[in-house]
């Protein structure tokens, strides 16, 4: 059986370049106790379809993950069990 996907592996592998590490910001915006705390719903909506939690587009350079893949994970889109991880992993920072 597969284990659970390893947030904070994912995020220093996809995000932290921008984010920062631990999500604390960087080129880009802070994510740890921001959008760390969206529904998941929402998360997911924005990492997966470069949308906001106000419905509005995220602009380049944030990834839309729908149609590229995670960098270990060779052209296999991100699950939303990873981004669930990867959010789960940021709101435990602070
Ligand atoms: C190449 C740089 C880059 C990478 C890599 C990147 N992002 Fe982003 N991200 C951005 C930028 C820039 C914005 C802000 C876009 C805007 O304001 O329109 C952003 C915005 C976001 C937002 C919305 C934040 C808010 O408060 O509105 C979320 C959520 C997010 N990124 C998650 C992630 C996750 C999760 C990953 C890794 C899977 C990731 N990003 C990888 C650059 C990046």
């Known amino acids: 059986m597969a284990s659970p996907p390893d947030g904070e592996a994912l995020f220093q592998e996809n995000c ?3 984010h920062g590490p631990r999500g ?3 080129s880009a915006p802070k994510l740890a106790g921001d959008a760390s705390e969206w529904k998941s719903k929402v998360f997911e909506r924005a990492v997966l379809s ?3 939690d106000h419905g509005k587009p ?3 350079p944030m990834p839309h993950w ?3 893949s995670f ?3 060779n052209g296999v889109r991100p699950s939303k ?3 669930d991880a990867i959010q ?3 709101h435990r920072q602070k």
Request: glycine share 12%.
């Open 16 to 18: 932290s370049a921008c």
């Open 24 to 26: 604390m910001g960087g």
């Open 50 to 52: 470069g949308v906001d």
């Open 58 to 60: 995220l602009k380049a």
């Open 66 to 68: 729908k149609s590229t």
């Open 71 to 73: 960098n270990a994970d």
């Open 81 to 83: 069990l990873e981004v």
């Open 88 to 90: 789960q992993y940021l």
